[in-house]
């Protein structure tokens, strides 16, 4: 297949260019001027005048896990047996099926990080997912992507035995503390041959401790961002800050550290005093300040397929327009660790490739094809 004629977005060239699109196989082969129909057979998608884009990512979501429609029947987002649940997976809880999915890719959207809801202080583990398949095998791109935990007001006021923001900084040391100790006791029983008893919950926290994968950490209010970013100095771990909703407060703080923010969700009523200071601003200045940003729907909290509504909003208020369109492409498949396979139209990743009818921001653009692996979702 050749997509001829469009406007393709190459960061590398700074923004929409006019070249043409070669995919076989579901992969992009080659992003070029003039690229001969002979190369594909008789497959043309004719593109004149059309915007194309990478599929969408959005880095944190809770779709396929908060069914769309369901009600608490199918909310699987949060399980409330303990404060702390490294042992949860996701996947163990996705269902293809969810509505939500064939809307989000209508609209653009390509792949996902599920994860666990934020009621937890250590909420279980996230996975990253392409929003294409029958059964969470197929879906997944990355099964232990993260592991989630939580500050703030949703753990506290989620009916534990803590009540303060102490006592939940407390239990996140101390699960990082028994990982310590089960990392060593598993490595000293591995060298004398004696029987060692897998701990599934320990297990999902070592590749943390190694820095295989970060801690996403629910974070909205200042000081529970500084908290966020303390305990993951304290043990040198990857840290992904999610939500930051006060981040222009401590934007200097923000600035030193090497930690990127997923912003969001932004386009909903203020719910609760930790959200006060949600604004649309937050992502340019961040960005301005050199913190590479993600901009999530936060789904089911506002839908996935707005996602690009969300990006434009954050440019009306002050984004840069290609970092706007990176917010939603590149930096999450880079902060998900998919950047490899996602995030960019060029030769060797796949072929999740949108086209739009016009700047994917316009108010009155149009969603008119997407390709996830090579395979169009919009027949």
């Known amino acids: 297949m050749i997509i001829k004629n469009g406007q393709v977005l190459l960061f590398e060239e700074g ?104 009621d937890s202080v250590v909420g279980g583990i996230c996975s990253v997912v392409k929003l294409k398949g029958k059964v969470a095998e197929e879906m997944v791109l990355e099964r232990k992507a993260a592991v989630k935990c939580s500050f703030g007001e949703n753990p506290k006021r989620a009916g534990y035995s803590f009540k303060t923001r102490m006592g939940n900084a407390y239990l996140l040391r101390k699960c990082i503390e028994d990982a310590i100790d089960y990392k060593h006791r598993k490595e000293e029983a591995a060298k004398d041959g004696s029987y060692f008893r897998t701990d599934i919950g320990m297990e999902n926290m070592l590749p943390l401790l190694e820095k295989k994968i970060p801690l996403h950490a629910h974070v909205h209010r200042a000081d529970d961002v500084c908290t966020a970013i303390r305990i993951a100095k304290e043990y040198d771990l990857k840290l992904v800050i999610v939500h930051c909703t006060d981040g222009i407060s401590i934007v200097d703080f923000l600035s030193k550290h090497d930690y990127p923010v997923i912003l969001g969700p932004t386009m909903y009523p203020r719910s609760k005093l930790e959200s006060m200071g949600r604004c649309f601003e937050t992502a340019g200045v961040l960005n301005k300040a050199g913190i590479k940003i993600c901009i999530t729907a936060d789904h089911d909290v506002t839908p996935i397929y707005y996602l690009s509504v969300y990006a434009a909003q954050s440019v009306r208020a002050g984004l840069d327009e290609i970092e706007g369109l990176k917010a939603v492409t590149k930096n999450p498949a880079e902060v998900l660790g998919i950047d490899d396979r996602k995030g960019e139209l060029m030769a060797g990743r796949d072929a999740d490739i949108v086209i739009w009818s016009k700047h994917p921001f316009d108010y009155d653009t149009k969603v008119e094809k997407v390709f996830l692996e090579g395979q169009d979702m919009t027949i």
Do not use: Q, W
């Not at 057979?41 to 979501?61: C, M, N, Q, R, Y």
């Not at 769309?68 to 404060?83: Q, R, T, V």
């Open 15 to 118: 923004g929409f260019v006019k070249r043409d699109i070669l995919v076989k196989d579901g992969k992009i082969i080659k992003v070029a001027e003039g690229i001969s129909p002979e190369e594909a057979g008789e497959e043309i998608v004719d593109a004149k005048g059309k915007f194309i884009t990478p599929g969408l990512i959005d880095a944190h979501s809770h779709i396929c896990i908060s069914e769309e429609g369901m009600g608490a029947i199918a909310d699987d987002c949060n399980d409330y047996s303990d404060a702390v649940m490294p042992y949860l997976e996701t996947i163990d809880g996705i269902n293809p099926f969810d509505l939500a999915v064939d809307t989000a890719v209508k609209a653009g959207v390509t792949s996902a990080c599920v994860c666990p809801g934020s």
